[in-house]
Nanobody
Framework: DVQLVESGGGSVQAGGSLKLSCTTS????????MGWFRQAPGKEREGVAA????????YYGKPVKGRFTISRDNAEKTVYLQMNSLKPEDTAMYYC??????????????????WGQGTQVTVS
């Protein structure tokens, strides 16, 4: 079975940093586009970032561009999200997701087939 497990969430003050990790198992991780999404209470799920299978291409949502960095370690089957200069509006549940083959260039949740359970990020 495909499994994605997020970790690294927590509470931080505005201006602080967190690094999320998503470990994967059960499939050919190296051939998959990996993405991060977030959902705040009462809001729709929002695309945060995505990275191509080889790691050469990255995509970011406008609210996080310049502050967040997505990366991946294919040997460890892990994808990361480094979040800097955090703002209260970044507070949300953050989800890792995978899409077979390449990224589309758009951060649409419906393009991703497997999801983790999420990790909570709270910025005050």
């Amino acid at each position: 079975d495909v499994q994605l497990v997020e970790s690294g969430g927590g509470s931080v003050q505005a201006g602080g940093s967190l690094k999320l990790s998503c470990t994967t198992s059960g499939y050919m991780y190296g051939g998959y586009c990996m993405g991060w999404f977030r959902q705040a209470p009462g809001k729709e799920r929002e695309g945060v970032a995505a990275i191509s299978p080889g790691g050469q291409l990255t995509y970011y949502g406008k609210p996080v561009k310049g502050r967040f960095t997505i990366s991946r370690d294919n040997a460890e089957k892990t994808v990361y999200l480094q979040m800097n200069s955090l703002k209260p509006e970044d507070t949300a549940m953050y989800y890792c997701a995978s899409r077979k083959w390449g990224c589309t260039g758009e951060l649409r949740a419906e393009d991703y087939s497997a999801w983790g359970q999420g990790t909570q990020v709270t910025v005050s």
